[in-house]
C-alpha cells in the first residue's frame, strides 16, 4: 500500500500519541505539584511535541482495536492522587493524526485544587496551537453526562488513562461501560438514529465525489459505532476486513492533513493527486478506488452489525424453514441453505440462493454467503441455462437486488462468476453527474431497468444489457467501443445463443444513442432519423435501447436524467420506430397550443412557469443568445434549452434555475425579454458588469473544445461546444457566431453538472452549411475565443 521507502503513517500516528502523552505527563505532574505561575509562550516544557519518539507498548481496548503505541503512565513517583488526566476521542484510542485536536478529561474526587491543575494543563495547550477540547469532571459527573449525551458516551467508552490516579479513571469506564450494556435497547436506537441522520447529510463515502472520510456513511465514524456496539457486547467487533479498511482510512485522513496543513476531513478534488502520492498511490484514481473499496466495506460491515442488533434486541425471529427454492429456504429472517444442499455439487446453487433472497426481499445470512463463497465451484462455460436464469431472476428483482449483489461482491463471488466484473469493481467516476462508481452504476440501472421488462419483448436481454451496458470503462478507448467487445464475451460464456449475443453486444455499444442524439441533434432533420435507424436496425434493439437509456440517466443521477430530456428521447423514439416499420413518422405539431397562443401575441411573447421559461417570437438571427443573455443577467443558469423554428415563429424553451438566493422575479424577467425581443435592450453592459464583479474560479478545469460535426445535416452545419458552465455561456457562444455572420436554425444546450455540452445548427447567411474550410476554422477559432 505504501512506498517501500515511506514510513508506516500508523507507526507515525502511534509515536506521535506517545510524544502526546509524555508531554501531557510532564504539564500534569508540574500542574499538581508545583506552586501556580502560569508558563509564557509554548516553548520549554510546554512546547508542541514532534513526531519523533520511540513506540510504547500495545494494548487492547473494549471493541478488539488494538491502542498502537501507547502506555498507561499511573500515579507515578510523585503519588498523586485524587486526578487523573484521560484522553477521549482520537488521542483516546492512538490515531492523532497531523490536525487532530486533543480532547481531554480531568477527573478529580473534589479536589479545592482542581481548577489551579487544570489551567496549569490546558493554557500551555492553547499556547501550542493545537486545538483542545476539554472538561473537568468527577466521576459521578462524567457519569450523568454520558448517560445523557451520545458524543461523551462515546468517547468515554474508549477513554483511555494518561496520569495520575488509575483509579479515577477505572471507576469512570467500568460505570460508563455498565451503563452503556444495562440501557443497551435504548442507546443502541440512540447510537442508531445518530448514525442515519449523519448518512442522510454526509452521504456515501464510496460514492460521493469529495467525501468526508468521518461522517459519510461507512467513514470512520461507523467502525466507532461498530466499536460501540462490540462494547455493549451486542455483536462481536469488527473484523479483520474492516480493520484493514479503518486504518486506510486513517492512513487518507493523515495525508490529507498533511497536504492541506488543517485538521479537515473532507477529501476534495484539487487535493486527491497530492493525497495519492503521500500513501505512494499513483493517481486519484487509484486513490479513490482503495477508497470506495473501504467505504463499501465498512458499510456492509455497518449493516450487519445493526441486523445483529436487531435481532438480539427484538427478541428471536419466528422459527421454522419456509422454503424458497431448490435447496434454500428461510430461517430466522434470512435466507440459508437447506439441509442436504451442497454448493460443491450445485455450481449454480449461489445465482439460485441470490435470486431467492432478492425475490423475497430477505439478506443472505452471513454464514451462507461464506459457504457459497468457499466452496462453490466455477460455472462450467458455457453456462448452463439454468444459471443464466437465476442471474435474470437476480437481476429482475428490482431494488431488492442491490443488496444481494453486494453481498456477493463483497465475498468475492461475482468476480469468479463475470471475470471481466475486477476491472469495473469499485472503478471510480470522478464527474459530478455520477453517483456511483462504475459497479454499483450497473446493479443499479440493472434494478432500474427491471421495472420495464414487460414493455419489452426479451426482458432477459434488456436486464443482462443494463448490468453490461458500462462494462467497457475498465478497459481504455471509448467504452461503447470496448464493451461491445466485453459485453460479446460475456454473453457467449453465459451460453447467450449467437443472435442475442449480437443484440446484446449492439446495444451495450449504442447505449448512449437515443439520449445523445436526442440532446445534441435536431430531430426534425431527416438525416438524424436515418441515422440513428441505420444503427439501431430493427425494433427489437429500439425498445431495448429505449427502455436502457431511462434505466441509466436514472441510476446516473439528477443531472443525467430529466422531464426535459425524457420527452426528446421519447420522441426521437416515435419517429425511428416508423421509419423501421416502413411509414413515415407523423409530423409533430409545429407549436403546442400554449405556444400557438403566446405566438398570437405578435412582436413576441414570453411564459415563465416556475423553471420553465418559453419564448415565442418572430425568427431572427440573435434571438437565442439575446434570450440566454437576459437570463444570465438575471442570476439564472440555464441547464437546458431547445430552440427551432416553424415557420417564421421561433420557439425557446429554456430550462433555468437561480444561481443562488431566490429567483427573479417573473415579471421583471418577462418584462426584460420583451425589451430584449423588441430592440429595446442593451444586455452586454449588463453582463459586462457582472463578469467584473465575479471572482476566477481557482480549481482547474479543462480547456474549452468547439467540434465542427460532420455528415450530422445536410442543410446545416453542426457545431458542438463543449465547456465549463459559467454565467452569460450561452450568450457568449451566440454572440460569436453572429459575428461570423451566422444564424443559429437550431438547438440543443445542456448541463451536465458542472459541463456544458451544447449543439448547434448554424448556417451562414445564404441559408447553406459551412463548407469552405476556411470558414470552418475560423468559426471554430472565433468560438473558442469567446469562451477564454
Same mark, same amino acid.
Given at each position: 500500500m505504501m512506498r517501500g521507502e515511506a514510513r508506516s503513517f500508523a507507526a507515525v500516528r502511534k509515536d506521535r500519541a506517545a510524544d502526546i502523552d509524555r508531554w501531557l505527563t510532564d504539564l500534569f505532574r508540574t500542574?499538581?505539584?508545583?506552586?501556580?505561575?502560569?508558563?509564557?509562550?509554548?516553548?520549554?516544557?510546554?512546547? *508542541?511535541?514532534? $513526531?519523533?519518539? #520511540?513506540?510504547?507498548?500495545?494494548?487492547?481496548?473494549?471493541?478488539? *482495536?488494538?491502542? /498502537?503505541?501507547?502506555?498507561?503512565?499511573?500515579?507515578? @513517583?510523585?503519588?498523586?492522587?485524587?486526578?487523573?488526566?484521560?484522553?477521549?476521542? /482520537?488521542?483516546?484510542?492512538?490515531?492523532?493524526?497531523?490536525?487532530?485536536?486533543? +480532547?481531554?478529561?480531568? =477527573?478529580?474526587?473534589?479536589?479545592?485544587?482542581?481548577?489551579?491543575?487544570? !489551567?496549569? %494543563?490546558?493554557? #500551555?495547550?492553547?499556547?501550542?496551537? %493545537?486545538?483542545? +477540547?476539554?472538561?473537568?469532571?468527577?466521576?459521578?459527573?462524567?457519569?450523568?453526562?454520558?448517560?445523557?449525551?451520545?458524543?461523551?458516551?462515546?468517547?468515554?467508552?474508549?477513554?483511555?488513562?494518561?496520569?495520575? !490516579? @488509575?483509579?479515577?479513571?477505572?471507576?469512570?469506564?467500568?460505570?460508563?461501560?455498565? $451503563?452503556?450494556?444495562?440501557?443497551?435497547?435504548?442507546? =443502541?436506537?440512540?447510537?442508531?438514529?445518530?448514525?442515519?441522520?449523519r448518512a442522510e447529510s454526509g452521504g456515501e463515502l464510496a460514492f460521493l465525489l469529495e467525501p468526508d472520510l468521518k461522517d459519510a456513511r461507512g467513514g470512520l465514524r461507523d467502525v466507532q459505532a461498530m466499536q460501540a456496539v462490540a462494547a455493549a457486547w451486542?455483536?462481536?467487533? @469488527?473484523? @479483520?476486513?474492516?480493520?484493514?479498511?479503518?486504518?486506510?482510512?486513517?492512513?487518507?485522513?493523515?495525508?490529507?492533513?498533511?497536504?492541506?496543513?488543517? &485538521?479537515? !476531513?473532507?477529501?476534495?478534488?484539487?487535493?486527491? +493527486?497530492?493525497?495519492?502520492?503521500? =500513501? &505512494?498511490?499513483?493517481?486519484?484514481?487509484?486513490?479513490?478506488?482503495?477508497?470506495?473499496?473501504? &467505504?463499501?466495506?465498512?458499510?456492509?460491515? *455497518?449493516?450487519?452489525?445493526?441486523?445483529?442488533?436487531?435481532?438480539l434486541l427484538t427478541g428471536p425471529a419466528p422459527r421454522g424453514r419456509r422454503p424458497l427454492a431448490d435447496g434454500v429456504v428461510e430461517h430466522g429472517g434470512e435466507v440459508v441453505l437447506a439441509r442436504g444442499a451442497n454448493p460443491r455439487t450445485d455450481p449454480t446453487l449461489v445465482l439460485r440462493a441470490a435470486a431467492a433472497a432478492a425475490e423475497a426481499g430477505l439478506p443472505l445470512a452471513p454464514a451462507t454467503v461464506s459457504a457459497l463463497a468457499a466452496q462453490s465451484p466455477p460455472l462450467s462455460v458455457p453456462w448452463p441455462p439454468e444459471a443464466r436464469g437465476a442471474l435474470v431472476a437476480l437481476l429482475g428483482a428490482g431494488r431488492a437486488a442491490v443488496p444481494v449483489w453486494e453481498e456477493l461482491d463483497q465475498a468475492g463471488v461475482l468476480v469468479k462468476l463475470i471475470p471481466d466484473w475486477e476491472r469495473v469493481r469499485h472503478r471510480p467516476q470522478r464527474n459530478p453527474v455520477h453517483r456511483y462508481t462504475v459497479d454499483r452504476h450497473l446493479i443499479e440501472t440493472a434494478a432500474g431497468a427491471a421495472a420495464f421488462t414487460r414493455e419489452v419483448s426479451r426482458p432477459d436481454l434488456l436486464l443482462i444489457s443494463a448490468l453490461l451496458h458500462d462494462v467497457g470503462k475498465g478497459w481504455p478507448g471509448d467504452h461503447s467501443t470496448t464493451g461491445e467487445i466485453v459485453a460479446r464475451d460475456i454473453g457467449t460464456r453465459m451460453g447467450l445463443p449467437p443472435a442475442d449475443v449480437e443484440i446484446l453486444a449492439t446495444v451495450v455499444r449504442h447505449h448512449l444513442l437515443l439520449p445523445e442524439t436526442a440532446t445534441r441533434r435536431d430531430l426534425d432533420d431527416p438525416v438524424t432519423i436515418s441515422r440513428v435507424a441505420d444503427a439501431v436496425g430493427s425494433r427489437e434493439v429500439l425498445e431495448l435501447l429505449s427502455a436502457l437509456a431511462v434505466a441509466d440517466g436514472n441510476a446516473t443521477g439528477p443531472a443525467a436524467w430529466n422531464s426535459w430530456k425524457a420527452s426528446l428521447v421519447s420522441d426521437l423514439v416515435r419517429r425511428v420506430r416508423s421509419v423501421l416499420s416502413g411509414t413515415p413518422p407523423a409530423p409533430a405539431p409545429a407549436l403546442s397550443p400554449e405556444q400557438a397562443a403566446l405566438a398570437r401575441h405578435g412582436g413576441g411573447a414570453v411564459r415563465v412557469n416556475g423553471s420553465a421559461v418559453t419564448v415565442v417570437a418572430p425568427d431572427r438571427p440573435g434571438l437565442l443568445w439575446r434570450a440566454a443573455g437576459v437570463l444570465a443577467a438575471h442570476r439564472m443558469a440555464v441547464r437546458s434549452a431547445s430552440a427551432a423554428s416553424a415557420g417564421s415563429t421561433a420557439v425557446i424553451e429554456f430550462v433555468v434555475v437561480p444561481e443562488y438566493g431566490t429567483p427573479p422575479d417573473p415579471a421583471t424577467l418577462e418584462a426584460d425579454l420583451r425589451l430584449v425581443l423588441a430592440g429595446r435592450l442593451d444586455i452586454e453592459q449588463r453582463l459586462a458588469r457582472r463578469a467584473r464583479s465575479m471572482r476566477p474560479s481557482r480549481v482547474p478545469v479543462a480547456p474549452p473544445r468547439v467540434t465542427l460535426v460532420d455528415d450530422a445535416s445536410l442543410t446545416a452545419s453542426v457545431v458542438e461546444v463543449r465547456a465549463h458552465d459559467r454565467p452569460g455561456l450561452l450568450w457568449r457562444i451566440g454572440r460569436a457566431f453572429g459575428e461570423c455572420g451566422l444564424d443559429v436554425r437550431a438547438a440543443r444546450v445542456e448541463t451536465l453538472g458542472a459541463e456544458a455540452v451544447d449543439v448547434f445548427y448554424v448556417a451562414d447567411r445564404t441559408g447553406r452549411p459551412l463548407l469552405d474550410e476556411q470558414q470552418r476554422i475560423q468559426v471554430r477559432e472565433h468560438v473558442l475565443a469567446a469562451l477564454r
Open positions: 500542574a499538581a505539584t508545583r506552586p501556580y505561575a502560569r508558563e509564557g509562550g509554548s516553548g520549554g516544557k510546554g512546547g *508542541f511535541p514532534d $513526531e519523533r519518539g #520511540p513506540a510504547a507498548s500495545h494494548g487492547t481496548g473494549p471493541s478488539g *482495536f488494538e491502542h /498502537s503505541g501507547i502506555g498507561h503512565s499511573g500515579a507515578g @513517583p510523585n503519588g498523586i492522587s485524587g486526578v487523573a488526566l484521560v484522553a477521549v476521542g /482520537s488521542l483516546g484510542r492512538g490515531e492523532l493524526a497531523p490536525g487532530s485536536d486533543l +480532547d481531554l478529561v480531568l =477527573l478529580h474526587n473534589g479536589r479545592d485544587d482542581v481548577a489551579r491543575i487544570a !489551567d496549569r %494543563i490546558w493554557y #500551555p495547550i492553547w499556547d501550542s496551537g %493545537i486545538g483542545l +477540547d476539554h472538561s473537568v469532571r468527577t466521576v459521578d459527573e462524567a457519569v450523568k453526562v454520558a448517560r445523557e449525551d451520545l458524543k461523551a458516551v462515546l468517547g468515554l467508552i474508549q477513554a483511555r488513562h494518561v496520569v495520575g !490516579d @488509575p483509579e479515577l479513571t477505572r471507576a469512570v469506564r467500568e460505570a460508563v461501560l455498565a $451503563e452503556w450494556r444495562a440501557d443497551s435497547r435504548r442507546r =443502541l436506537a440512540e447510537l442508531r438514529a445518530s448514525a442515519d441522520k451486542v455483536a462481536s467487533a @469488527p473484523g @479483520p476486513r474492516v480493520r484493514e479498511a479503518y486504518e486506510l482510512l486513517l492512513d487518507i485522513r493523515h495525508g490529507l492533513h498533511l497536504v492541506t496543513a488543517r &485538521g479537515t !476531513d473532507r477529501l476534495v478534488l484539487q487535493e486527491q +493527486d497530492a493525497v495519492a502520492g503521500t =500513501l &505512494g498511490l499513483l493517481d486519484a484514481e487509484a486513490l479513490m478506488r482503495r477508497l470506495a473499496e473501504a &467505504g463499501r466495506t465498512v458499510s456492509h460491515a *455497518f449493516d450487519a452489525t445493526w441486523r445483529t442488533v436487531d435481532r
